[in-house]
């Protein structure tokens, strides 16, 4: 029997280009007034979200979906290079950031032993910046689970937030 490793399963990656530079997109993503606009996939809310932003910090948010039923994650930062890098682990969590079972929530999700989430910020030129998602789960799993739809969702969320940003400069 072969062991999968990190590297050899293709990773659940989103990618967006916005027209922003790259400092007003990384304040969109590390700025907790900033994320609790687009925390969640579409219709979906963020009444909570706690930032210590920093390696070694963490990140609480709530997702609250349209029925009113609540979702936490907890963000655990491990490497942050500014305006540039951030490589997390994100889990379901309770209320107070404890780690739980999303199989406990009714969700599927297939994590990569070993397998961080990895953000890359790239700054493209004439005003704009790709930011890069790669998750720490598997394409297929996040195809078939809603994560990628999710994931696509937030990031026009994202989208939404950064225009803002660049109307107030």
């Known amino acids: 029997m072969t062991e999968n490793r990190v590297s050899e399963i293709e ?13 007003l997109v ?42 009113g039923q609540e979702f936490w994650n907890a ?13 997390s682990l994100m ?20 994590a990569i032993e070993g397998a961080f989430d990895v953000t890359l910020f790239e700054d493209l030129g004439n005003g704009q910046t790709k930011l890069t998602f790669i998750g720490n789960e598997p394409m297929e799993s996040a195809r078939n689970s809603g994560q990628m739809e999710g994931w696509i969702q937030i990031l026009d969320q994202v989208a939404a937030v950064v225009a803002q940003l660049a109307e107030a400069r």
């Not at 925390?39 to 029925?67: E, H, I, N, Y």
């Not at 655990?76 to 500014?82: A, G, S």
């Open 75 to 87: 963000v655990e930062y491990h490497e942050i290079v500014l305006h540039e890098k951030i490589v």
């Open 91 to 110: 889990y379901f969590s309770d209320a107070e950031g404890n780690r739980i079972e999303p199989a406990t929530l009714g969700i599927e999700h297939e």
């Open 11 to 23: 990773r659940m990656v989103v990618t967006r280009v916005f027209d922003a530079p790259r400092e």
């Open 26 to 67: 990384w304040k969109a993503w590390t700025d907790p007034k900033y994320v609790m606009q687009w925390w969640g996939p579409k219709g979906f809310t963020s009444p909570v979200c706690q930032m210590d932003f920093r390696v070694g910090g963490r990140l609480l948010c709530c997702m609250k979906a349209p029925d």
